[in-house]
């Protein structure tokens, strides 16, 4: 069993997160002129919740980009030329995926420096001919460790802490007001893209304002100045806190220590309240 951040990883969910990292057909985001100039076919579809995050469609500006959709062979009949402009553009409009060719040729290849300008490239299923040794790379960037084993005891009020902590999604949407519900109860909660307002439901229903961070059942919610809630957290009891950093495949629910959540949420703009939760 694959080992990614402390979690144990199914063969079965390695081979989705193949997928979405590299479907059959990604997007690319162009100009209208430089579709033109490159003779490509443009066309808007809604993409999976996968290809959301994988490929950051959030961050883009729809507006001035049009969408074009390639498989691996139409992108490689492409000159290199169009190649090498069309994954710079995609740098450039802030697209995910676009790893650097000298952080990954030690990986999947120095011929990986050929599929474009040399110094990024995108993702296709054939340089993932080795996913267990690529993917843990990628899902761990920039995350650290679920500490789960480290933790002694689990607290009997929030019976289904243990059950969550150390899991990955079964795709993406899955977010941290889910998580916090369904550590507390709330069944089916970890598996949907809880929105704010069935979460702030909960919490004016089951918490109440207070709390002590080095005690189960309290709920840390952060708000932006708006008031907001962008982000929320769990106590589990002795200094741990179960916590989803995204909505992203890519985020596991993981253990960290309150200090290490706290510091990790820190956000110009964003102020923390607690919240007991009362049942």
């Known amino acids: 069993m694959l080992n990614v951040l402390g979690i144990e990883v199914s063969p079965d969910l390695l081979e989705r997160w193949v997928d979405w990292l590299a479907p059959d057909e990604q997007p690319f985001f162009v100009t209208p002129k430089q579709a033109r100039t490159w003779k490509l076919t443009t066309g808007e579809r809604d993409p999976t919740r996968e290809h959301r995050d994988t490929y950051w469609i ?7 980009a049009r969408t074009v959709w390639l498989t691996e062979a139409t992108f490689l009949e492409l000159p290199r030329a169009t190649r090498a402009g069309l994954v710079r553009q995609q740098v450039a409009c802030g697209r995910g995926a676009v790893p650097t060719a000298r952080r990954w ?3 999947v290849g120095a011929e990986v420096r050929q599929q474009a300008d040399g110094h990024r490239f995108v993702w296709w299923k054939s340089l993932l001919g080795r996913p267990e040794v690529v993917l843990p790379g990628i899902v761990s960037e920039g995350l650290g460790m679920s500490r789960h084993a480290e933790v002694r005891s689990w607290p009997a009020a929030l019976p289904r802490v243990r059950e969550l902590a150390g899991t990955f999604a079964d795709g993406s949407g899955a977010n941290c007001f889910g998580t916090v519900m369904a550590a507390c109860g709330v069944e089916g909660a970890e598996k949907v893209w809880m929105l704010r307002e069935p979460f702030e439901e909960w919490l004016a ?11 189960a059942g309290t709920v840390f919610v952060w708000r932006d100045a708006a008031l907001d809630v962008q982000h929320a957290a769990l106590t589990i009891g002795d200094g741990w806190m179960l916590h989803k950093p995204s909505q992203s495949w890519m985020s596991p629910r993981k253990v960290r220590t309150v200090a290490e959540v706290k510091r990790a949420t820190r956000t110009a703009g964003w102020r923390l309240e607690r919240h007991r939760v009362v049942g």
């Open 205 to 215: 229903e089951h918490t109440v304002l207070g709390g002590r961070d080095e005690v």
């Open 105 to 107: 040729a030690g990986v």
């Open 58 to 64: 959030y961050a883009i500006d729809r507006k001035a």
